[in-house]
C-alpha cells in the first residue's frame, strides 16, 4: 500500500480496474488497486526503497547491501560475523546507539502498547503510542493512512485511557487532514476494511470529544460520519471483528449522550434501544456492557423533571444491578456501585417501601465500601452521605447527626480540615440543628462553614455570601445577637475604626 497525493487520472488508468472512490460523500478518496495477493504489507522507508532499486538494476553488488535478496540465491551456509549488520553500536563516550531500522521497531512498540493498554497502564500506554507516530512516519510517510491511523489511536487513548478531550480532538484531527489532503490505495477488500475500520474510530472519537466539550453540532456531525462510513464498510461483506462491533455500539451509545446532554429524550431513547440490542444479539442478555446502559437509560429517564416515571428508572438500575451480580463477586466495587445508585432511584420515590429498599442497597454499598477501602475513602464517605441524607429525609435527625459526625471525622482525615468538602458538612450539620431549634448550635457550625468558604473562594464568593446571609439571619435573634457581642469576635467587631488623628 502507498499513499500518493498526485495520483493523475491516466495513472489510474494504467491500474486497469482500480477505481476512485468517495467513502460515504464525505470527502475521503480511495482507490482500490487489485493485486494477486490479498494482504498488505508495509510499504519500504525511503533508503530500503532505494536499496532495492539499485539490487534489481545491478545484481554485482557485494552481501552486504543485498541483504535479503541475495540471501536466497546463495547456499545456506551461516554468513560470517563480521558480515552481519550490528542493531546496536557503542560509542567512545560510553553510549549506545541503536541502528535497529523503524520497520522492525514499530510491531514491537504496538505490542507493547497493547499490554499496556491491557494491564490498564496508562502513562506507558501513551508513551508508546506516541513512540509508535513518530515510528510511522518514518517507515510510510507524511501522507500515508497509516499515518492518520497511528493518530488515531493515540487520539483514542487520550479520549478513553485519560478522559483529555482537547488533546484526543487534536490528534484525531491531525488523522482527518492526512485523510482529506491525499488519495489513498488499498490493494485488498481486507487493508480496505482496516481503512474504514480507521475512519470509523476516528470519527467516533471526534464526536465523543466535541460532546464532552459541548460543542453539539460538530459531535452530531462527526457521529453521522461514523455511522456512514461504518454501513460503508459493511458493503464488503466481510466478517465484523470485535473491535468494530465495540465501535457500533459505542457510537450508538455516544449518539444518545450527546442527544440526551441537548435534553431529547426521545431520540436519546432510541440510540440507547439500539445500542441494547446490539450488545445483547452479539455478548448475550447478561453482558457487563449492559451495566453502564441500563443506568444511563435510569438516569435518562429521571431527566425528565416532573414527566419522570421513577418506577421505569428504578427497574432499569435494578437490572443494571442484577447484571452486576451475575458478572462480578459479590463484594466487589462494581456490586457497590450499582448498589448504590440503585438506592438513589429508590429514594426517589414517595413510597415507604421505597425509602426502606434505599436504605437496604445503601446499607449493602457501604458495608461492601468499609471492607474494600475501609472508613477514609472517598467512595465510603460518598455511601455515608447519601444515607445520611435519606435519614434527614424520613425525619431521624439524631442518627442523621451521629453519622455525620463520622463523616466530618472521615473527611479531615481523607480531604483535610479546610477542605470544601469539610465545609459542606458542617453546612449540614448546621441545618439539621437549626430544624431542630438549636440556634445557638447551628450558628456555630454554620460559622465553621464560612470561615473554609472564605478561605478558600473569598468572602465574596457566592457560597461565602449564601452561608453569610445565613448567620445574618440568626444574628437578627436578640438573644444570638447579645451572646455575640459578648465574644471577642463581637467585640471586635463593634470596635470603632482606627483614626491616625487625635481629637
Not at 508513551?127 to 510517510?141: I, N
Request: hydrophobic share 30%; charged share 25%.
Amino acid at each position: 500500500m502507498s499513499t500518493e497525493s498526485d495520483y493523475s487520472d491516466s495513472e489510474q488508468s494504467d491500474h486497469g480496474s482500480g477505481g476512485k472512490a468517495d467513502v460515504g460523500g464525505l470527502g475521503l478518496a480511495i482507490v482500490d488497486i487489485p493485486t494477486g495477493n490479498d494482504s498488505s504489507s508495509p510499504p519500504l522507508s525511503p533508503a530500503k526503497s532505494r536499496q532495492r532499486s539499485d539490487s534489481e538494476s545491478d545484481h554485482s553488488f557485494s552481501d552486504e547491501y543485498s541483504g535479503s535478496e541475495l540471501s536466497t540465491q546463495r547456499s545456506d551456509r551461516t554468513p560470517s560475523p563480521t558480515r552481519q549488520k550490528k542493531s546496536k553500536v557503542k560509542l567512545k563516550d560510553g553510549t549506545t546507539l541503536d541502528l535497529t531500522p523503524p520497520e522492525d521497531l514499530l510491531p514491537n512498540a504496538e505490542k507493547r502498547a497493547r499490554r499496556h493498554i491491557k494491564h490498564e497502564e496508562v502513562s506507558d500506554a501513551i508513551y508508546e503510542l506516541t513512540k509508535c507516530t513518530a515510528l510511522t512516519r518514518l517507515v510510510y510517510g507524511d501522507d500515508n493512512w497509516k499515518l492518520a491511523e497511528s493518530h488515531t489511536n493515540l487520539a483514542y487513548a487520550y479520549l478513553t485511557l485519560k478522559n483529555l478531550p482537547v488533546q484526543a480532538q487534536y490528534h484525531a484531527d491531525i488523522a482527518k487532514n492526512i485523510m482529506l489532503s491525499g488519495l489513498h490505495t488499498s490493494d485488498s477488500s481486507s487493508s480496505k476494511a482496516e481503512l474504514l475500520l480507521m475512519l470509523v474510530k476516528m470519527y467516533y472519537v471526534l464526536g465523543r470529544a466535541f460532546t464532552i466539550l459541548k460543542k453539539y453540532p460538530e459531535s452530531e456531525q462527526n457521529l453521522m460520519k461514523a455511522e456512514k462510513v461504518s454501513d460503508e464498510r459493511k458493503k464488503l461483506g466481510r466478517s465484523e471483528g470485535t473491535e468494530k462491533i465495540d465501535l457500533d455500539i459505542k457510537i450508538a451509545i455516544a449518539m444518545a449522550k450527546l442527544f440526551a446532554n441537548q435534553n431529547k429524550q426521545a431520540a436519546s431513547q432510541g440510540y440507547y434501544e439500539q445500542a441494547m440490542k446490539k450488545v445483547e444479539k452479539n455478548y448475550g442478555n447478561d453482558s457487563m456492557e449492559l451495566i453502564a446502559i441500563y443506568q444511563d437509560m435510569g438516569k435518562l429517564e429521571q431527566s425528565k423533571g416532573k414527566h419522570a416515571d421513577h418506577d421505569k428508572a428504578t427497574e432499569s438500575y435494578l437490572q443494571a444491578y442484577s447484571i452486576s451480580l451475575s458478572n462480578y463477586d459479590g463484594q466487589s466495587e462494581e456490586v457497590a456501585e450499582a448498589s448504590h445508585k440503585l438506592a438513589l432511584a429508590y429514594s426517589e420515590g414517595v413510597t415507604v417501601e421505597a425509602e426502606t429498599a434505599a436504605e437496604r442497597y445503601l446499607d449493602e454499598s457501604l458495608g461492601i465500601r468499609q471492607v474494600l477501602y475501609g472508613p477514609h475513602h472517598p467512595k465510603t464517605i460518598s455511601s455515608q452521605e447519601s444515607l445520611c441524607k435519606l435519614m434527614i429525609r424520613t425525619e431521624r435527625q439524631e442518627d442523621a447527626l451521629s453519622l455525620l459526625k463520622t463523616i466530618i471525622a472521615a473527611k479531615n482525615a481523607t480531604y483535610g480540615d479546610l477542605s470544601e468538602e469539610v465545609g459542606e458538612s458542617y453546612k449540614l450539620y448546621g441545618s439539621i440543628l437549626l430544624a431542630q431549634g438549636e440556634m445557638e448550635k447551628a450558628l456555630r457550625y454554620f460559622k465553621k462553614c464560612h470561615t473554609i468558604q472564605s478561605n478558600l473562594f473569598g468572602a465574596g464568593h457566592r457560597k461565602s455570601k449564601a452561608t453569610q446571609q445565613t448567620i445574618d439571619m440568626l444574628l437578627q435573634s436578640p438573644i444570638l445577637a447579645a451572646k455575640e457581642g459578648q465574644t471577642k469576635a463581637g467585640q471586635l467587631k463593634r470596635r470603632p475604626r482606627f483614626s491616625a488623628n487625635v481629637k
